[in-house]
């Protein structure tokens, strides 16, 4: 009963967000998206990440089957049509916000990632993000056009 409820008030939850704050993304060819992606401060697309920030991102995705893992992949393309891999951990399951790993297939997970943008040049590229359960099968993916910029200072 207990996990009945919970499922409830977390399905409400990603209901809410999807309809709130819901950053526009783009799709992967052939991963299935997120219920909903939520990057702090955008609304809109590109997405701005300023230099001496964080940038935080809640991610809302239902498991397409069981994993005992969770493997988070970021990777930036400037244009060249190449990516490139940024490194971001190998274990995401320390990032779930409603669950631990194993993960099970039909779950609805919180996912929460936070990165400092320090050491980064001023560029713009598209960020790809996804996660990977097991033997690198892809859970979910997302990309958005970003940029690394400089904070307006106002004096």
């Known amino acids: 009963m207990f ?3 919970a499922s409830c008030i977390i399905l ?3 209901y809410f967000y999807s309809r709130t704050e819901a950053t526009p993304i783009q799709n992967c060819a052939t991963i ?3 219920i909903f992606v939520n990057i702090t401060g955008c609304d809109n697309a ?3 990440f300023y230099l001496g920030s964080e940038a935080e991102m809640l991610l809302a995705f239902e498991m397409p ?3 005992d893992t969770l493997v988070p992949r970021a990777s930036a393309d400037l244009g060249f049509g190449i990516p490139i891999p ?3 951990g190998d274990d995401g399951c320390p990032f ?3 669950g631990y790993c194993p993960v099970y297939e039909k779950e609805v997970l919180l996912y929460r990632f936070a990165l400092p943008i320090d050491g980064f040049p001023t560029i713009k590229f598209t960020l790809e993000f996804k996660l990977l359960g097991d033997n690198a099968i892809p859970i979910t993916c997302f990309k958005i056009k970003a940029g690394v910029v400089k904070p307006n200072l106002i004096y």
Do not use: A, F
Request: hydrophobic share 30%; charged share 10%; proline share 19%.
């Open 46 to 48: 590109p997405c701005n």
């Open 3 to 5: 996990k009945y409820i």
């Open 32 to 34: 299935k998206p997120p």
């Open 96 to 98: 779930l916000l409603n």
């Open 12 to 14: 409400n939850l990603v």
């Open 86 to 88: 940024y490194p971001i």
């Open 65 to 67: 089957y069981t994993s």
